[in-house]
Nanobody
Framework: QVQLVESGGGLVQPGGSLRLSCAAS????????MGWYRQAPGKQRELVAT???????YYADSVKGRFTISRDNAKNTVYLQMNSLKLEDAAVYYC?????????????????WGQGTQVTVSS
């Protein structure tokens, strides 16, 4: 049974940083492209960053230059380092294996969704 557990969210001021973690079980995450998604209230879930099996990374324009996705295959964990956070980054963040490797707004994932981790950006 595949389980994805996100953690690391919290309350941060604009301009601040957070590091999210996604621990996977039931799969060997290194054999999948993995991605981070977010869903703000009233909006659809969107894919914002992906990392391929070979380590190539892709970002939505809205986070490019501020977010960094990485993976530790030994720990079966994927990370999202978020810097220079903006008010519009506030959302629940999820990880999953994306259907599309390039973030183009497709919010679909291959596995059951975890509970996500809340990121709140507020002054």
């Amino acid at each position: 049974q595949v389980q994805l557990v996100e953690s690391g969210g919290g309350l941060v001021q604009p301009g601040g940083s957070l590091r999210l973690s996604c621990a996977a079980s039931g799969i060997i995450s290194s054999t999948y492209n993995m991605g981070w998604y977010r869903q703000a209230p009233g909006k659809q879930r969107e894919l914002v960053a992906t990392i391929s099996r070979s380590g190539s990374t892709y970002y939505a324009d809205s986070v490019k230059g501020r977010f960094t996705i990485s993976r530790d295959n030994a720990k079966n964990t994927v990370y999202l380092q978020m810097n220079s956070l903006k008010l519009e980054d506030a959302a629940v963040y999820y990880c999953n294996a994306p259907v599309m490797i390039v973030p183009t707004g497709d919010g679909r994932g291959k596995f059951p969704w975890g509970q996500g981790t809340q990121v709140t950006v507020s002054s």
